[in-house]
């Protein structure tokens, strides 16, 4: 079952549209700009304020109001023409800082640890500067064209566009004959957002938007940005940007005095893949699932209220089949074994629909934060954990390295190969089951889906469900380790969710991941790599094509997948199950679920439905 809970951090989107209007470049370099697109140009620049002015500007200061998911807060902007920005905003029960600084790039998360900025986000906010300091009028890194004149708000608009090599694009609609603009649009990655600039006023003879209403595609997204006071030329020094240092960092991890590792922790792999542990939750006993892909820790709903935490605002949490409203909780402590994290920032979901399809509750998912401060050692082929403290720690085993990359909200990628093509990007998830998943716009890049077999499956989790479909790659490589004939899982659909990318290949789930023992080292930039013993066994997969839920002591189905046995035998969605081989179903069902439908082709087991009629099934391989 794929699922992934990367939450969106709140950051503001309407920036570089903003600050745009009062920044300057170096001298003019044109070669990107189209002849038709050049006369608009000239339109908007000295509807600005010329030339002249906007070259004059070596850094600006910007503080204001910023309204968004429900929360109201304040916004600080600093940049800097060389290269330096820095975003904070505090919405109380929320806050965080984005950073570039030259060549390093950091942010701060909810819960006050310090990440490196996601690669995606350096690459957009260097874009944001360059189109604050009006680099992108004069054509640097990107080609600027006119496009189809748009009617928007009762007025048709002139477009200068302006469009980056991976596809993204800027457009500002103007007017052609003054140069007038109160409208931006932004797409990246295939999303859109537009931006409203209002409140114009003249700041050192240059115009400036004190007010911006940015609109997402989903409105959860949209926010308002108000400056109070903006300041050109502001003299702003290095110590603005630079990351801060050991002494002042949250320390969320807490070890028994002395100690460089925690005791060994037993895991459960619930469906053989989810992994789950005991601990406690504000001093109260849970099962806490771990999940390096949820970009926050979070707190069912019902867990929540149960600890006595009130949620506030609606921030977007996106998963795979779309997005929901998460609240957001503060002091949230956990322990695990010897382990204390926290306090933490977490959010609150209703996560009793995904439970329900997995069979098993979530009241608890421990997320990114854990993997952020410590070294995480995982050992699935022993069902264990323990977690160490990075700066004590040196890897003396024989596994093989394999380098981790910043990811968005603190996130990780991996690089892996896939039957000889070059090494693809994807996201490290020990949240996603499947053993490895691949997004729309790389399978279909690569032709990937021609001529295999295939079937489909339902997937999902945070946001609703999905429709995938299901086929074996012949040879999958990381860390010089290879792996054949892995079944995976192909996201089809457009759903507006967090596999909706071009950015990345796919994400890597717990079905590779737990043939290894693995030491998340992200203080260090990397994984440590040891196979276990059945590394070499064949993936396991089911081989029945039914995909059931629990449902007042029965299984009910919820699909049939095309060309398995369960389609040839006239399984029908809604059927109910109530025995396994004689077994009633009951809290341990999917034990042995996990067994029998992975069982070897050619055998046969017997189901009890709920009008006491048995069903033979023999298993095969579909796909």
């Known amino acids: 079952m794929t699922r992934t809970i990367p939450l969106r951090r709140v950051a503001p989107l309407a920036l570089a549209a903003a600050v745009a209007l009062v920044a300057g470049a170096a001298a003019p370099v044109r070669a990107a700009v189209a002849p038709e697109a050049a006369p608009l140009v000239e339109k908007y620049v000295a509807w600005l304020g010329g030339w002249a002015g906007l070259d004059a500007v070596r850094d600006m200061a910007l503080d204001g109001a910023i309204e968004v998911a429900g929360l109201k807060g304040t916004l600080s902007v600093k940049l800097r023409q060389d290269g330096r920005q820095r975003t904070a905003f505090d919405l109380k029960v929320m806050k965080g800082v984005d950073v570039l600084d030259g060549a390093d790039a950091w942010s701060v998360n909810a819960s006050g640890q310090v990440e490196d900025l996601g690669r995606e ?20 890194g990107v080609e600027v064209t006119r496009a189809a004149d748009e009617p928007r708000d009762g007025r048709t608009w002139a477009v200068l566009r302006f469009a980056y090599p991976d596809g993204d694009t800027f457009d500002i609609l103007l007017d052609a004959a003054t140069g007038e603009s109160t409208w931006t649009r932004d797409t990246t990655d295939g999303h859109v957002s537009w931006t409203h600039e209002l409140d114009l006023r003249e700041v050192d003879g240059r115009r400036v938007a004190f007010r911006q209403e940015t609109l997402a595609e989903n409105a959860l997204e949209n926010q308002t940005v108000t400056w109070t006071t903006v300041q050109v030329n502001a003299g702003l020094g290095d110590d603005v940007f630079r990351r801060p240092g050991a002494a002042a960092v949250t320390r969320l991890f807490h070890l028994p005095s002395g100690m460089a590792a925690t005791a060994w922790v037993p895991i459960e792999l619930h469906l053989e893949r989810y992994i789950y542990m005991k601990g406690l939750v504000d001093g109260v006993p849970s099962d806490i699932l771990l999940d390096s892909g949820a970009g926050m820790t979070v707190l069912d709903t019902a867990m929540a ?6 949620p506030a605002g ?7 089949g779309g997005t929901t409203t998460a609240g957001l909780v503060e002091g949230v402590t956990i322990e695990v074994g010897d382990l204390k994290l926290g306090p933490l920032v977490a959010a609150t979901l209703d996560l009793s629909s995904i439970g329900r399809r997995m069979g098993r509750d979530m009241p608890v998912i421990l997320g990114k934060e854990v993997f952020q401060d410590l070294v995480v050692d995982l050992d699935y082929p022993n069902q264990r954990i323990r977690f160490l403290d990075p700066a004590l720690f040196r890897y003396e085993g024989a596994g093989h390295r394999l380098e981790v990359l910043p990811a968005n909200d603190g996130h990780k990628l991996v690089q892996l190969a896939i039957e000889g093509l070059p090494e693809a990007t994807v996201m490290l998830d020990t949240g996603q089951g499947n053993a ?9 890049d690569n032709r990937l889906l021609e001529g295999r077999r295939q079937s489909t499956a339902v997937g999902g989790g945070v946001g609703g469900t999905m429709e995938i479909a299901l086929a074996r790659v012949a040879k999958v ?11 995976t899982s192909f ?3 457009d759903v507006g969710g967090a596999f909706d990318t071009a950015k990345l290949a796919g994400n890597l789930g717990a079905g590779i991941l737990g043939r290894f023992r693995v ?22 997969r089911d081989r029945t094509g039914l995909q059931p839920h629990p449902e007042d002591g029965a299984l009910v189905i919820d699909h049939i997948a095309p060309g398995s046995p369960a389609e040839a035998a006239g399984w029908r969605k809604g059927d109910r199950i109530t025995a396994l ?14 067994a029998w439908s992975r069982a070897a082709a050619g055998t046969k087991v017997k189901l009890t439905m709920a009008d006491g009629s048995v069903r033979e099934l023999a298993l095969a391989d579909y796909y």
């Open 121 to 140: 986000k350096v690459l957009n906010a260097q874009r944001g500067l360059d189109r604050a300091f009006n680099r992108h009028l004069r054509g640097e």
């Open 305 to 310: 209220a149960k600890l006595g935490h009130k």
């Open 314 to 320: 609606a921030l977007p949490a996106q998963g795979v």
């Open 436 to 444: 490895l998943t691949l997004f729309r716009r790389y399978t279909d």
């Open 477 to 487: 490589t990381i860390a010089g380790y290879e792996m054949l004939d892995v079944p």
């Open 491 to 493: 996201h089809r659909q």
């Open 519 to 540: 030491l998340f080292d992200y203080p260090h930039d990397c994984l440590w790599l040891e196979p276990g013993k059945d590394f070499a066994a064949p993936q396991s």
């Open 581 to 594: 081989d004689g077994q009633a179903i009951d809290a341990g069902w999917w034990r042995h679920w996990a």
